[in-house]
């Protein structure tokens, strides 16, 4: 039997999104110093206000305040009339040490090896449906989100009036095969300059000019959004289209609605299909097993596809704090496994792959390194592994009879972002299951 289906997404100037990048850009810069910071950050923003509190244990000396300044100013709230921007809006920091109750659990020693951050299971999905093995209504949505923000920086001629905040919704139909069909309703909210004044002063003409500013609006969207990010194919004369359907869209960002880090997971990884732990991912360090654990599972099924295992897998982990080895690992292939193997069975197969310890995953992905910032808009899975030169600072300690002391240099390394879409198991994994 066909049914829909529908995924959103929301771009780097939400609310929430900023409160995610901030926190992730504070974690990428004490990584630079003190690639073993331990730091777990919680950002709120509101009118005219970021507050950053959480733990944090580092050799690393970070201005907050000007990291934060600086992630706001790259979103682009750069305007006093966003009621919220770079240079003007105050920074509260309450940040403290992480609790060595914790920290007892979690750190290695000469007699034990690191143990996860915290207890509870993670979830990775992957499906046949795109190129990026992600499900479609979600990877479409990242998509128009994305290219609302690339119009914006990039080629403002085409709509000069786009402000930072955005969000976009995406409805597939699946034929009875529970296949793709085509694209059923597309939603996208956009923030916008009050770009066409009344003529008069009266109700009507300021009714008018709102009706003209969203028929633009519309037109655009569609023109130079969606129809550069849909397939033609997917798109039909049955395609329904809300584009900002409550109105106008004026006041947004921080002083329409405040943010929080860690509240838009489900944009953060699979669009409501397959399963989420229920941990969010921006602040915390690779010791968290929210975070790092579910890129391995991530991993795992996008391999699994690919591999040619099944069209569709979910993979949860599972950790209790301070012990090293998962306490469970499981993967479901909704049935459509092309092996001739129980889930059970592929599961016994896949944890004897892979290394599911905390350490071994953040060696398999270099999770000590500055390379978070990028995963905090536009999702943290089906995104490109790249690597690229960045700088970094580097803190040395030089001990001679005296004292010791910290040396500060910069150097540029090469890093690899989004390590955890790597194909590099579809060989291992064919042999595993006698795959050609």
Known sequence: MSYLFTSESVSEGHPDKIADQISDAILDAMLAQDPHSRVACETFVTTGLVVVGGEVTTKAYVEIPDVVRETIKKIGYTEDDYKFDAESCGVMVTLHSQSPDIAQGVDEGDDKEQGAGDQGMMFGYATKETPEYMPMALAYSHRLVKRLSDIRKQEPQLMPYLRPDSKAQVTIEYDDNDQPKRVHTVVVSTQHDDFIKPSGNDKNARLEADRK?????????????????????????????????????????????????GRKIIVDTY?????????????????????????????????????????????????AIGVADPVSLNVNTYGKAKVDMSDPQISEVISKLFDMRPKAIVERFNLKTPIFSETAAYGHMGR?????????????????????REVRRKEKRELEFFGWERLDYVDKIKEAFGLK
Request: zero cysteines; proline letters at 3%; a negative charge.
């Open 213 to 261: 500013m969203l028929d633009k609006i519309r037109v655009d969207v569609i023109q130079h959004v969606v129809k550069k990010v849909v397939p033609e194919h997917l798109l039909d004369d049955k395609t329904v289209f809300h584009i900002n359907p409550t109105g106008k869209f004026v006041i947004g960002g921080p002083h329409g609605d405040a943010g929080l880090t």
């Open 271 to 319: 669009g409501g299909k397959g399963a989420h732990g229920g941990g969010a991912f921006s602040g915390k360090d690779s010791s968290k097993v929210d975070r790092s654990a579910a890129y391995a599972a991530r991993h795992i099924a996008k391999n699994l596809v690919a591999a040619g295992v099944t069209e569709e897998a979910l993979v949860q982990v599972a950790y």
């Open 384 to 404: 490109e592994a790249h690597k690229k030169q960045v700088e970094l600072q580097i803190v040395e300690v030089e001990e001679n009879d005296q004292e010791k």
